[in-house]
């Protein structure tokens, strides 16, 4: 038994409309449930609850046992003064506000139906998935909440990626280009080296960039240098030679760190060298100074592609690691790599830019990322398994928000699914 369950026989009006009463046998009628609040404080805001032939207003709280109440302090806290009914499994003490008058309590066990527990336990207890707790049913939800339920999973996953983006807004003092270089790094550094790339940005004043992004040369130097790829003392290219001889006069310069943490091959195709991410990253930044304000402005994929139609250096024609030829090929960025970069970039940046703006662009982020493809990735291909069709890259980042967020954490009464579902078999 979890509070979730209390939530949603709470929320979805499952107790009688007569007969309850509180543990003192006061007679109890709940004309509204209020609004659910899911930061501190009560559970439900702005309840109507008719006590006893009198109606009061405020708020409701929520627990398995009343006896909570005081494991979670809440006898001292001035947030919970207003509580005007306190709702439990169990009743099993006597509950106080903080000036020391008594809270009724409506214990609920007695009131609950014996088919609505028996899906609720199907559901969250007994199911034994494969993949996730409605798997045998998930094909069978109606398709139009499915899609409302996905488009506002995905914004929740646009505020989850926020957090990251406002930590970096403080950190560069709103500096929005130094914040998109940022996060470019992180995603050009993929899944081997974003962690280090990520931290070596951090390190690195945008300033610096501003400064050389007119030398190509020069900003071929510091990211290579910066991002921990010259530390080699046995390689005699002549390329790699005079990047490193300049790296040093820049670090020296701009007072960097000169011997900074390598970055990884290990476990990469080539095309996914940090060398050649580097080199495509350099690319995209040499000669161009207001970037994020080119890339905030476009609204469709092909336009974005068109920014990031991006190759390598010459030198990496024939290259993919400092001094070992290999076979001539072009290295661009791959259209899937963009996606990429659309997905965990530019949107959560543009949904995060259009909040510090006073803008409501959802349904343009929407609508960008519905032109992409669907991610593929083995939580992907599992929703299929199970009848779940996966048509575009929103509802695949969804998916992977209500995978992380809901299937894993056996939160089916918080999920627009898994609340129909009880729904309409109860």
Known sequence: MREDLLYFIWRHNKLPKIGLRTSSGTDVAIKGTGIRNHLAGPDF??????IDGQLWAGN?????????????????????????????WEDDIAVFRKDGSQIPTLEVRHYVSNLLLDGYRDLVENA???????????????????????????????????????????????????????????????????????????RLDFSVIR????????????????????????????YYLQLQKEFRYLAHKFDLDEHPPKAAFFGLRPPNFPTI?????????????????????????????SVLQITAGDYW?????????????????????????????????????????????????IALISQLDAEDNSIIKNYGHIGSKTENALESQAKLQLYSNYCTKNKCMQCAIGTQLLNRNT
């Open 45 to 50: 805001f702005d309840a109507r609850v008719e």
């Open 317 to 365: 024609e024939d290259h993919y690691t400092f001094g070992k030829l290999s076979k001539k090929r072009t290295k661009r960025l791959s259209k899937g790599f963009m996606d990429l970069i659309i997905i965990n970039t530019l949107l959560p940046l543009k949904f995060c830019y259009a909040k510090y703006t006073g803008h409501d662009i959802n349904e343009v982020l």
């Open 277 to 305: 991410r580097v080199s495509q990253l350099v690319q995209l930044y040499s000669g161009r100074h207001n970037l994020f304000s080119e890339l905030m402005a476009l609204e469709t994929k092909e336009d974005v592609y």
């Open 128 to 202: 034994k998935p494969t993949f996730i707790n409605c798997e045998k049913d998930l094909k069978t939800v109606d398709a139009f909440l499915v899609e409302n339920w996905l488009h506002r999973l995905y914004i929740e996953r646009l505020e989850h990626k926020s957090q990251l983006i406002a930590e970096l807004l403080e950190a560069s003092k709103n500096d929005w280009e130094a914040v998109l270089f940022t996060l470019l790094a992180k995603g050009f550094g993929s899944t081997v080296n974003g962690t280090h790339f990520l931290e070596r940005a951090q």
């Open 60 to 88: 409701v709280e929520m627990h398995l046992k009343s006896s909570d109440w005081y494991v979670h302090h809440h006898e001292s806290d001035d947030n919970y003064s207003n509580v005007i009914l306190h709702v439990v």
């Open 211 to 238: 400064r050389v992004s007119n030398e190509p040369f020069q900003l071929e130097a510091l990211l290579f240098g910066h991002f921990g790829l010259l530390g080699e003392a046995d390689c005699s290219d002549t």
